[in-house]
């Protein structure tokens, strides 16, 4: 039997968020494609990026209206559907949210798993695997549970609710198992799909940190990272990222798509090789882009310095004062056996209590999109969407 940790809610940001990417989501491609009933309240509804919105006293044809999940009373056995994840991963927990459902949520949840990289499973398909077994559920609130990262990558997951009810948001976190090019590509190792992921945030109390590795542009200010007015002298705020493998950084492009009174005044970038996934405190730092003016709304490309014949893991983002940054690319090639890169002196630096973690930004209309398995593949849907410089070049 699976066994799982239930989280608190105010242990998202240093667990569930820092130990994964959200493998669901709409932005990377997610979808349902199969539900055994869905009668007051659309599938669909369960991937939405934004929160779950209060529709009291609102009503259609089959009754109240609820922005979730919500199938018939009186079903004998149970309810389930079933979600490609956009894109494989090996499982590390997952988000079951009832926002807004009071009296009517599912009384419980379970979720499967499965590897099948093509077509779709189906509900009875004997591969399905218990990743997290029947937990309890309460009426309009989060329930967060980690698992023990799963030893192989799956694309498929199946939500079940016992017996029937409503579940606002579903969202399934993991670690990324990309396929990369040839060495001699570059890409942006940064990448959503090349297993990038921001693992510390200093803030982020309009948009999370992880937006600003997602394919594409973007819709609005609502889908990149953005922190709160600072009121301090020399305050900044910064993210870490993780680079999906080690390599030898190139070229960086900061977006400030979006954000047109309340883009950050300057940046700068600092990069290190550490084995650990979060780099220790009082690790060197090196200096890879100096602090730099942005503009509004444009995308900024720079050649990094530092970085020739030097292998790093990690990249710290630091913005001045404060306020949005669209999206972050660090191009660069693959290294095989890196070795660390020669010490500079450390730089002055100390982490700082990560802020609640808010609601995601809105990213309801933002194209979804079926990423490959290849990922050149899904660099030429990034040039069709327009993003500038793709994960690979």
């Known amino acids: 039997m699976a ?3 239930s989280i608190p809610l105010a242990d998202f940001n240093t667990t569930l968020a820092a130990a994964g990417t959200e493998l669901s989501s709409v932005a990377l491609g997610g979808k349902v494609v199969a539900v055994s009933d869905d009668f007051f309240a659309e599938v669909s509804n369960l991937l939405k990026v934004e929160p779950a919105q209060s529709l009291k006293g609102q009503f ?30 090996h499982i590390v927990g997952f988000d079951i949210d009832t926002a807004n459902f009071n009296g009517n949520e599912a009384p419980q949840a379970s ?13 009875r398909d004997e591969r399905w695997t218990e990743v997290l077994p029947k ?32 579940i606002a948001r579903f969202r399934v976190y993991g670690v990324v198992s ?53 009121r301090k002298p020399n305050h900044k705020d910064f993210v870490i990222i993780k680079l999906g493998a080690p390599g030898n950084l190139e070229q960086t492009e900061i977006d400030t798509a979006h954000f047109k009174g309340n883009f950050p005044e300057s940046c700068e970038l600092h990069a290190t090789f550490s084995d650990a996934t979060m780099p220790p ?62 010490e500079p002196k450390p730089t002055a630096f100390s982490y700082e209590v990560v802020s609640p973690t808010p609601a995601p930004g809105d990213l ?11 990922i050149k593949e899904i660099a030429e849907l990034d040039q069709l969407r327009g993003d500038a410089v793709p994960l690979m070049l």
């Open 3 to 5: 066994t799982y940790t």
């Open 60 to 89: 259609g044809p089959n009754g109240a209206l609820f922005d979730g999940w919500e199938s018939r009373r009186h079903n004998p056995t149970y309810d389930w559907c079933i979600i490609k994840l956009g894109v494989p991963g």
């Open 111 to 123: 979720v499967q798993a499965l590897f099948l990289p093509d077509g779709d499973p189906t509900e």
């Open 135 to 166: 937990v309890n559920l309460g009426p309009s609130s989060r329930h967060l549970f980690g698992i023990d990262q799963t030893p192989i990558s799956y694309t498929h997951v199946k939500l079940n609710m016992y017996p029937d009810g409503g």
């Open 178 to 230: 990309p396929i990369f090019p040839e060495f001699s590509e570059t890409i942006d190792l940064a990448h959503v799909f090349a297993g990038g992921r921001v693992v510390y945030t200093s803030d982020q109390h309009f948009g999370v940190g992880s937006n600003l590795l997602l394919p594409g542009r973007g819709k609005d200010m609502g889908d990149g990272w953005e922190t709160r007015r600072s």
């Open 281 to 342: 405190e009082g690790v060197a730092w090196t200096t890879i882009l100096s602090r730099t003016k942005l503009s509004p709304h444009q995308r900024h490309f720079f050649s990094l310095e530092n970085v020739a014949g030097r292998a790093y893991t990690h990249v710290r983002f630091t913005i001045y004062p404060d306020g949005g940054v669209k999206r972050v690319r660090l191009l660069g090639l693959r290294v095989e056996e890196p070795a660390k890169p020669v």
């Open 364 to 374: 309801d209309r933002y194209q979804s999109i079926d990423p490959k398995s290849q």
